[in-house]
């Protein structure tokens, strides 16, 4: 039986583990547990099974690379044996928090840096060979502060990336969806968003070629699901929660063409939070307990 047990310390780790019966008690050995950092802070954020059975790992790092903060980028054996890591960063703060293998093998990550780019923080977008060297570089951003926290490939080789901005909208901070080509040139930005701040957490490209956005809204305090056209013109979007925070923080499209969401909720919780789970048919309205 496989289990994965998260880690509160360093950077990264993967647990099997196997149970046998033995005098009517069970024991667990451990296969492996792995762990990537040095002597100061270094966290993962995003991990993603590769092609050749091995695993992709970012997040940021203290100890190593050029500035206080720098992405991390650890590629491992299916055993979590590293291969390869690099760092990408400048002088100043730089975060990664979203990782995916591309079909040319390589790596494109997203998160945000305040080493380059015309503002406070930026989003970065960062796209790697399949040996972690980078090919190329963008940031998007303005003045203020702007944060990149979820990116995908899309069909047509270009990119989608999702976050939220303190430069342009309407808010504090607004969701900003971003569509770029396959070089990271930008292609078409959207924000959403009302007088508070909003967020959004994560992306993907829909069955139809559109995209649906997974985030928070603070201007009602709920999880919020935006679903656009392929141009990330807003066909609808839905709010889930009480009279607490609640926000989403990842989702899919379900094999029935309705969504998945998960994230935190305080409306409901038995405690301070608890995890928030929230299954959705096409037009994200929420489907009865059992259907």
Known sequence: MKKLYPLLSLLFLIYWGCEDSIDDEKSITKSFTTLFGGNQEDLGFSVQQTTDGGYIITGYTWSYGNGEEDIWLIKTDSQGNEEWNKTYGGNEDDKSFSVQQTTDGGYIITGFTDSY???????????????????????????????????KQTTDGGYVLTGYSQSFGSGESDVWLIKTDGQGNEEWNQTFGGSEDDRGRSVKQTNDGGYVVIGGTD?????????????????????YGGGEDDHGWSGEQTTDGGYIITGSTRSYSNGRYDVYLIKTDPNGNTEPYGD
């Open 117 to 151: 780019g015309s503002g406070e923080y930026d989003i970065w977008l960062v796209k790697t060979d399949i040996e972690g060297n980078e090919e190329w570089n963008q940031t998007f951003g303005g003045t203020d502060d702007d944060y990149g926290y979820s990116v």
């Open 219 to 239: 201007s009602e305090e709920n999880v919020w699901l935006i679903k656009t056209d392929s141009q990330g013109d807003e066909e609808w979007n839905q709010t």
